[in-house]
T-cell receptor
Framework: GAVVSQHPSWVICKSGTSVKIECRSL??????MFWYRQFPKQSLMLMAT?????????EQGVEKDKFLINHASLTLSTLTVTSAHPEDSSFYIC???????????FGNGTRLTVT | DQQVKQNSPSLSVQEGRISILNCDYT??????FLWYKKYPAEGPTFLIS?????DKNEDGRFTVFLNKSAKHLSLHIVPSQPGDSAVYFC????????????FGGGTRLMVKP
C-alpha cells in the first residue's frame, strides 16, 4: 500500500489564487520531505527540502515566497503555491523516506492547472 | 550540469525479450542508486536499488548493475512484459547530502506484445 499520501490529486484554480498541497507520510515519521515538480515529458526537478520544525531549503531558481512550505509535524508537509499563474501549472510530487539507504517513496502527485 | 543522465529517451522491446536501460552519472560522491518506474499522472514507484559497495542487485525480473569506475549503471528487465511499459527514472543519492535524490531524464520503455 501507499506509504506517502498526497492530496489533492488534481486542482484547477484561477490566476491569482493560492493552492495548498498536502503530503503525509503513512506509518512512519519523516523529519525531511522533498517537493519535486515535473514538466511534461521532462524529469523530476527538486524544488525544495522540507524540514520538520525549521525552514525549508529551496533549490536555486525556486521562489520561496511563491512556494511556501510548512513541515508542521513529522508526518505532514504542505506546499502552498501563492498567487498562482498559468506558468505554475505543472505536476507536483512529494516524497519522503524513513532512514538512510532506504528508498524515498513518492506520493501520487498533484496536477495543478491555473486558468 | 546534469549529474545523472539517461541518454536514451525511449526504448522499444518485444515482449519476452530483455530490456536494458542505461544511466550515467558524474558525481563520484553518489553512493546509492535507485530505479523508479512512473506512469503518467502518478508518482514514481520504487523498483530496485543498489549501494555503491555492490556491483549487482537482483529482484525477480529486475537486475541492476553498477560499474563504479565507468560511473554507469543499468537496469535489466527479463523477460519484458507489456505491463512494464512506463517511464523509468534512474536516481542517485549522496548520503553526505541527506536523503535528497537527483534524477536522470527518464527513458520511456515500450514493450510490444
Amino acid at each position: 500500500g501507499a506509504v506517502v499520501s498526497q492530496h489533492p490529486s488534481w486542482v484547477i484554480c484561477k490566476s491569482g489564487t493560492s493552492v495548498k498541497i498536502e503530503c503525509r507520510s503513512l506509518d512512519f515519521q519523516a523529519t525531511t520531505m522533498f517537493w519535486y515538480r515535473q514538466f511534461p515529458k521532462q524529469s523530476l526537478m527538486l524544488m525544495a527540502t522540507s524540514n520538520e520544525g525549521s525552514k525549508a531549503t529551496y533549490e536555486q531558481g525556486v521562489e520561496k515566497d511563491k512556494f511556501l512550505i510548512n513541515h508542521a509535524s513529522l508526518t505532514l508537509s504542505t506546499l502552498t503555491v501563492t498567487s498562482a499563474h498559468p506558468e505554475d501549472s505543472s505536476f507536483y510530487i512529494c516524497s519522503a523516506g524513513q532512514i538512510h539507504n532506504s528508498p524515498l517513496h513518492f506520493g501520487n502527485g498533484t496536477r495543478l492547472t491555473v486558468t | 550540469d546534469q549529474q545523472v543522465k539517461q541518454n536514451s529517451p525511449s526504448l522499444s522491446v518485444q515482449e519476452g525479450r530483455i530490456s536494458i536501460l542505461n544511466c550515467d552519472y558524474t558525481n563520484s560522491m553518489f553512493d546509492y542508486f535507485l530505479w523508479y518506474k512512473k506512469y503518467p499522472a502518478e508518482g514514481p514507484t520504487f523498483l530496485i536499488s543498489i549501494s555503491s559497495i555492490k556491483d549487482k542487485n537482483e529482484d525477480g525480473r529486475f537486475t541492476v548493475f553498477l560499474n563504479k569506475s565507468a560511473k554507469h549503471l543499468s537496469l535489466h528487465i527479463v523477460p519484458s512484459q507489456p505491463g512494464d511499459s512506463a517511464v523509468y527514472f534512474c536516481a542517485a543519492r549522496d548520503n553526505n547530502a541527506g536523503n535528497m535524490l537527483t534524477f536522470g531524464g527518464g527513458t520511456r520503455l515500450m514493450v510490444k506484445p
